[in-house]
């Protein structure tokens, strides 16, 4: 069965950093593009940054670039998320998923939610002073 977990979150006051972890399972990784994603609460969940399969092309948000750096590992089934100068409309839940439509293509990842499946319970990431 395939599975994701994130790992890393916690509450930093704003300006602080983290690194949020995602650990894949029971599947292929290096198949698949990966998005990291978002939800505040009484918000939509939020597309926050993707890397491609293959070439490992990256996309952002406005609202985090600059600030945030997404990687990945495919030896070890992981993919990360590292935030710097975090802001308190970076609070949420962080999430990682599989673009599952567009397995195994050589596309752009993308940062709409639609495609993505297997996600994981996520991660709180809370930042207030």
């Known amino acids: 069965q395939p599975q994701f977990v994130e790992s890393g979150g916690g509450l930093v006051q704003p300006g602080g950093s983290l690194i949020l972890s995602c650990s894949s399972s029971?599947?292929?990784?290096?198949?698949?593009?990966v998005g990291w994603f978002r939800q505040a609460p009484g918000k939509e969940r939020e597309g926050v940054s993707c890397?491609?399969?293959?070439?490992?092309?990256?996309k952002y948000a406005d609202s985090v670039k600059g600030r945030f750096t997404i990687s990945r590992d495919d030896a070890k089934n992981m993919v990360y998320l590292q935030m710097f100068n975090l802001k308190s409309e970076d609070t949420g839940v962080y999430s990682c998923?599989?673009?599952?439509?567009?397995?195994?293509?050589?596309?752009?990842?993308?940062?709409?939610?639609?495609?993505?499946?297997?996600w994981g319970q996520g991660t709180q990431v809370s930042v207030s002073s």
């Open positions: 998923a599989r673009d599952f439509a567009r397995a195994g293509l050589s596309v752009p990842c993308r940062l709409g939610a639609v495609g993505y499946d297997y």
């Open positions: 029971g599947f292929a990784l290096d198949d698949y593009a």
């Open positions: 890397i491609s399969r293959a070439d490992f092309e990256t």
